[in-house]
């Protein structure tokens, strides 16, 4: 059974960058056909995609955030990591990580989500 | 990239259907035929119940279903029950790599 876990400081002042890790077990990251993603929830309120990545470390991001996001994969350590920079109170939310089904065999992008993390809150705040 | 267009709840009484909307435009849900839904309750994960718009994962009971026309999508739950009483959100591939959700239809089982 695929199982993801969030981890990260749940307190980031504003203007720091906020780091999560998500560990992947019971299956391998170096999928050929699934992707690895990152969404988040502020409390109360709906699902926003940050964005995703191949192992091969191809990455895409939501352009809403683009500007602020990297997102990483350590294939060694089965993981992959968020770093949001510049973060404001508006960042406070739940982050979710989760294994994406992006793209199907034949290259059609059939987007969805499945498993997902427990889902981390992070708190920014001074 | 605005987030797609769903009512703020819903409701039915036991054994009823409910369908909830999902309205997007021709650059997403318009465009693709790669909606899907989420159920989430409360304090936990979502989980997938319908892909490519009416495709449902193994375990998923068949009270659930979807469905698209034009530039909105819906999800119908037939026959009720408690237990679907939860937050349903739907997603769309809007192009170039990205994706967008709905915000979200609190369903109440009167």
């Known amino acids: 059974q695929l199982l993801l876990q969030e981890s990260g400081p749940g307190l980031v002042k504003p203007s720091e960058t906020l780091s999560l890790t998500c560990t992947v077990s019971?299956?391998?990251?170096?999928?050929?056909?699934?992707?690895w993603g990152w969404i988040r929830q502020p409390p109360g309120k709906g699902l926003e995609y940050i964005g995703t990545?191949?192992?091969?470390?191809?990455?895409y991001y939501n352009p809403s955030l683009q500007s602020r996001v990297t997102i990483s994969v350590d294939t060694s350590r089965n993981q992959f990591s968020l770093r949001l920079m510049s973060v404001t109170a508006a960042d406070t939310a739940v982050y979710y990580c989760?294994?994406?089904?992006?793209?199907?065999?034949?290259?059609?992008?059939?987007?969805?989500?499945?498993?997902w993390g427990q889902g981390t809150l992070v708190t920014v705040s001074s | 990239q605005s987030a797609l267009t769903q009512p703020p709840s819903a409701s039915g009484s036991p054994g009823q259907s409910v369908t909830i909307s999902c309205t997007g435009t021709?650059?997403?849900?318009?465009?693709?035929?790669?909606v899907s839904w989420y159920q989430q309750y409360p304090g936990k994960a979502p989980k997938v119940i319908i892909y490519e718009v009416d495709k449902r994962p193994s375990g998923v009971p068949d009270r659930f279903s979807g469905s698209k026309f034009g530039n909105t999508a819906s999800l119908t739950v037939s026959g009720l029950q408690a237990e679907d009483e939860a937050d349903y959100y739907c997603?769309?591939?809007?192009?170039?790599?990205?994706?967008?959700f709905g915000g979200g239809t609190k369903v109440t089982v009167l």
């Open positions: 990545i191949y192992y091969t470390g191809s990455p």
């Open positions: 021709s650059s997403d849900v318009g465009g693709y035929s790669y």
């Open positions: 997603s769309s591939y809007s192009g170039f790599n990205t994706l967008v």
């Open positions: 019971g299956g391998s990251i170096s999928s050929d056909i699934f992707y």
């Open positions: 989760a294994r994406h089904r992006f793209y199907d065999d034949y290259g059609y992008p059939v987007n969805w989500f499945d498993p």
